[in-house]
């Protein structure tokens, strides 16, 4: 059985930044693609960043190019996401999750690919 839980959300101010973590437990992550995705109340759920089994392609939603950074450890069984310049916007719960066996080209962007999923933390952007 697999567990994810994830870590290091918070109150943070606009232009701020803020690294989120996700621990795996029970279920190695290196034949895994793994995703970020975030839900703001009243909104729908969506992709924030994807990585491949080996972190080598990479997917993020165009709002988040260049501000967020996805990366993987697979020895630690952890992949992070890093984000910078934060913006109001931003403030939803963000979700780590992975697909199971894919270690082919890239990761799948749609929330129904997902397999594993972790509880969430909230990030929240002030100001």
């Known amino acids: 059985q697999v567990q994810l839980v994830e870590s290091g959300g918070g109150l943070v101010q606009t232009g701020g930044s803020v690294r989120l973590s996700c621990a795996a437990s029970?279920?190695?992550?290196?034949?895994?693609?793994l995703g970020w995705f975030r839900q703001a109340p009243g909104k729908e759920r969506e992709l924030v960043a994807a990585a491949s089994w080996n972190g080598r392609n990479t997917n993020y939603a165009d709002s988040m190019k260049g501000r967020f950074t996805i990366s993987r450890d697979n020895a630690k069984n952890t992949v992070y996401l890093q984000m910078n310049s934060l913006k109001p916007e931003d403030t939803a719960v963000y979700y780590c999750?992975?697909?199971?066996?894919?270690?082919?080209?890239?990761?799948?962007?749609?929330?129904?690919?997902?397999?594993?999923w972790g509880q969430g933390t909230q990030v929240t952007v002030s100001s």
């Open positions: 029970g279920h190695p992550i290196s034949s895994d693609a």
């Open positions: 999750a992975a697909v199971d066996e894919f270690t082919g080209w890239g990761a799948p962007t749609q929330s129904y690919d997902y397999d594993f």
